[in-house]
C-alpha cells in the first residue's frame, strides 16, 4: 500500500525542465492513482532572511564537515555581494545593482560553482513547504539550481549530490550535470586543454570520436535531463515507498544509482523501465 496520495513538484527557478509534458506523465505511468501538482520554485523572490540563511549553509572547504565550515567566520556577517547573489539567483545581468533595504553593490563574477549543504537546505526548504502538508500523505520534491552536496563519513569530504530524499526532496538540475562522473576521456580532455593552457570551457569536440563521447554524458540544456530527472522522481518516491532503500541494482532499471553518467544514460534512457521486482511494489 502506498503512504502517500499527493506528490507536489516544484519548479527550478530557471524553469529549464519540461514537467507538464514529459516528467508528470512519466511518473504518472508508474503511479497511476497518485495526485501530482505543479508548484512555482521555493526558493524565487527571497527576502534577505532567506538569503542570508543559504549564505550560511555554503561550503568552502569540502575536507571539512558542516560543524567545522563556520569555525573562521562565526563572528562575521555575510558578505552583501553573497547576499544579492542568493537574492538574484539564477545569476542575470540586471540594469540596476540598487537593491532597496541592502543598497547598492558592485557586480561579483561568480565562476566557480557554489556548493551548498544538502541537509541543512533541506531543512531550510522544510520550513517554507506548508505546514499542513507535512504528514505522511504528502511528498514534495523540489527541483533546485543550485548544486547540493553531502559530507561522507567514508572519504571525510564532501559530494555534489543529485538528490537528497526526505521532507521535503531535493533534485538539483546542477548536480545531475556534476555529481555522476563524466566518461573518463572528458577527463583526459580537460587535461590536455589545461596543458596547452586553452580554455577548459571552450570544449571543441569535432570528429565523430569526440561527437560520440559527447553523446555519454550531459551538458547544460540537454534535453534528455527531462527523463533523467524522472528517474530521480521515481527514485524519491521509491524512498518513500520502501522506507529509504529505493535503489535496484540492475543496471537496467531506473532506480539503479549510477555514479557515472554513462550508467545514468543507460538506466533512465536506453531502457527507460522498471525492473519487474519493482514495478509489482509500486501498485
Ligand atoms: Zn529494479
Request: charged letters at 25%; proline letters at 4%; hydrophobic letters at 40%.
Amino acid at each position: 500500500m502506498l503512504k502517500f496520495k499527493y506528490v507536489h513538484l516544484y519548479g527550478n527557478q530557471t524553469n529549464t525542465l519540461d514537467l507538464v509534458n514529459i516528467v508528470v506523465p512519466e511518473v504518472q505511468k508508474y503511479f497511476p492513482s497518485i495526485i501530482i501538482d505543479l508548484r512555482r520554485p521555493v526558493l524565487s523572490n527571497i527576502n534577505e532572511i532567506i538569503a542570508e540563511a543559504l549564505v550560511s549553509i555554503r561550503i568552502s572547504n569540502i575536507m571539512k564537515p558542516f560543524s567545522r565550515q563556520l569555525e573562521k567566520e562565526a563572528c562575521h556577517r555575510p558578505r552583501l555581494e553573497d547576499l544579492v547573489y542568493e537574492i538574484r539567483f539564477p545569476w542575470t545581468p540586471a540594469s540596476s545593482n540598487t537593491y532597496p533595504h541592502i543598497g547598492t553593490f558592485e557586480d561579483a563574477y561568480y565562476k566557480e560553482l557554489i556548493l551548498y549543504d544538502g541537509f541543512m537546505m533541506q531543512r531550510l526548504l522544510r520550513t517554507m513547504i506548508n505546514e499542513n502538508e507535512t504528514n505522511t500523505d504528502h511528498v514534495h520534491i523540489i527541483f533546485e539550481d543550485r548544486l547540493v552536496c553531502t559530507f561522507s563519513d567514508e572519504d571525510w569530504r564532501y559530494h555534489a549530490r543529485t538528490i537528497v530524499s526526505g521532507v521535503p526532496s531535493i533534485i538539483s538540475t546542477t548536480g545531475v550535470i556534476e555529481a555522476p562522473a563524466r566518461p573518463k576521456e572528458w577527463y583526459i580532455k580537460r587535461m590536455e586543454l589545461a596543458a596547452c593552457d586553452l580554455h577548459v570551457d571552450n570544449e571543441r569536440e569535432s570528429s565523430n570520436e569526440e561527437r560520440l563521447a559527447m553523446n555519454k554524458y550531459l551538458k547544460y540544456g540537454d534535453n534528455r535531463i527531462n527523463f533523467i530527472v524522472t528517474g530521480y522522481v521515481l527514485q524519491i518516491l521509491f524512498f518513500f515507498v520502501t522506507e529509504g532503500d529505493p535503489f535496484c541494482t540492475d543496471i537496467g532499471c531506473r532506480l539503479y544509482n549510477a555514479h557515472w553518467q554513462e550508467e545514468l544514460i543507460y538506466s533512465q534512457l536506453k531502457t527507460g523501465n522498471l525492473c519487474d521486482k519493482w514495478f509489482v511494489a509500486a501498485i
